[in-house]
């Protein structure tokens, strides 16, 4: 069962959100507070899983409330319940803790759909936003010549560039450039980052 609470000052937006989550069997509305103060003091007494914070709160932002749960109550996780959909706000919320950012409008599918994934420790948002620890989207790998394969196996074999110059019969600044051209476009540092790439993709 997952426990829910309701952080907002607008009745409506209480009621409305009780009423997407009254026919649920797993999910239990058991609490509503009105302010950032009566929410910690409801957190102290009772046992929470998840907390819906609306950020324009009468005494402190939901911004704040959220950083407090997360440092207070640990175990809770906080979704934020919104009207704006700046990045700005979505950033500092998450930053502070929350799991989560709806905004009101949301459907009660994407309601119930947060509170799973929230439940499980993942994230969840309706937006188009980053979140910190999520994988960066698939990048295409680049092309590589013939040349820039062989030069990319021996690297990852542990050969030097002038090992690798006398076994393609070129010259040292030739390996150089390829070991520089690849680095480039794999879009990395070192020769480190470059092999966990070329691992990951099967490309050695």
């Known amino acids: 069962m997952t426990r829910i609470l309701i952080v907002d000052d607008h009745p409506l937006v209480i009621e409305g959100v009780k009423s997407l989550l009254v026919d649920q069997e ?27 914070l609306d950020i324009n709160l009468p005494d ?30 979505i950033s500092r919320m998450v930053q502070n803790g929350a799991m989560g950012y709806l905004l009101k409008s949301s459907s ?19 937006l188009n936003i980053k979140l910190p620890n999520q994988p960066e989207p ?21 050969f030097t560039n002038h090992q690798i110059a006398e076994k393609l019969f070129v010259s040292v600044l030739t390996v150089d450039s390829h070991r520089k ?8 540092n070192n020769t480190a980052s470059l092999i966990k790439i070329a691992v990951q993709n099967d490309l050695i």
């Open 138 to 158: 698939h990048k295409p790998l680049p092309f590589l010549t013939r040349r820039e394969k062989e030069v990319l196996i021996l690297i990852s074999d542990g």
């Open 181 to 188: 051209n690849l680095l480039m476009k794999f879009e990395v």
């Open 26 to 52: 797993d999910i239990i509305v058991v609490g509503v507070a009105t302010n950032a103060f009566d929410a910690m003091v409801f957190l102290k007494e009772n046992q929470v899983d998840i907390a819906f």
């Open 60 to 89: 402190i932002s939901g911004i704040d409330l959220c950083k407090k749960i997360k440092e207070e109550f640990p175990d809770v996780k906080s979704i934020a319940l919104s009207t704006f959909a700046e990045r700005s706000y």
């Open 108 to 126: 009660k599918d994407e309601i119930l759909d947060a509170i799973s994934q929230v439940s499980q420790g993942g994230y969840y948002l309706n």
